[in-house]
């Protein structure tokens, strides 16, 4: 069965400083990757991707993502937090991308002035 | 519109009750899912469909819970019976392809706080 770990529950970094949110999964097969974010009040929004091909994907809001094969990772890194950048972000896996998507817990991300 | 769109927004029921979460698709988006996403917790699985069928439910928690979408665009997610570990947030998300790299975009959802 697939799974998705997000090691870490809370993170607090200042405004400018980089960011790193950590996601493991589990999969027997290629995985098709995700991160999404959820502001409160609001749907979740697609970051990026991860489907094949080159291992390192952008996404929108200056956030990218790399794929490690090795070690069932796809870290999400942003280089200089905004506030505005605030929320919960979610990791997911699954079989193609319309799918049956398992999520992680989620990591919720606050941002000090 | 142009997004997903789920109503209520917000569902206070007695323990008990039955419930009924209205979720508009984006016009023309074959796929369908519903998630449910408890406090504190990432989204979990329901059911699919693709156009009118249901092609999945495997996630639904019991025979309490059930989803249509009989034209294949609005569905409806009904809770019969509610108790109290059905409070969550309900969460419908729509793809405009049966599989493959479509997206899913996701409404807001539908709080569900039972008494």
């Known amino acids: 069965a697939q799974s998705v770990t997000q090691p870490d529950i809370h993170i607090t970094v200042s405004e400018g400083a980089s960011l790193e949110l950590r996601c493991n999964y589990s999969?027997?097969?290629?995985?098709?990757l995700f991160w999404y974010v959820q502001s409160p009040g609001q749907g979740l929004q697609l970051l990026l991707k991860y489907f094949s091909g080159d291992t390192l994907v952008q996404g929108i809001k200056g956030f990218e993502a790399e794929f490690k094969r090795s070690q069932s990772s796809f870290n999400l890194r942003k280089p200089s937090v905004h506030w505005s950048d605030a929320a919960e972000y979610f990791c997911a896996v699954g079989p193609n991308a319309g799918n049956m998507l398992t999520f992680g817990g989620g990591t919720r991300l606050m941002v000090k002035p | 519109g142009a997004g997903v769109s789920q109503s209520p927004r917000y569902k206070v029921a007695k323990r008990g009750q039955d419930v009924a979460l209205r979720c508009d698709p984006i016009?023309?988006?074959?796929?369908l899912f519903w998630y449910q996403q408890a406090l504190g917790q990432g989204p979990e699985f329901l059911t699919y469909f693709q156009n009118e069928a249901q092609l999945d439910k495997s996630g639904l928690p019991s025979d309490r819970f059930f989803a249509e979408r009989p034209e294949g665009s609005v569905s409806t997610l009904k809770i019969q019976r509610t108790q109290q570990e059905d409070s969550a947030v309900y969460l419908c998300?729509?793809?405009?392809?049966?599989?493959?790299?479509?997206?899913?975009?996701f409404g807001e959802g539908s709080r569900l706080t039972v008494l």
């Open positions: 998300a729509s793809s405009l392809w049966a599989s493959g790299t479509g997206e899913l975009f």
């Open positions: 016009s023309g988006h074959v796929s």
């Open positions: 999969y027997g097969a290629t995985p098709y």
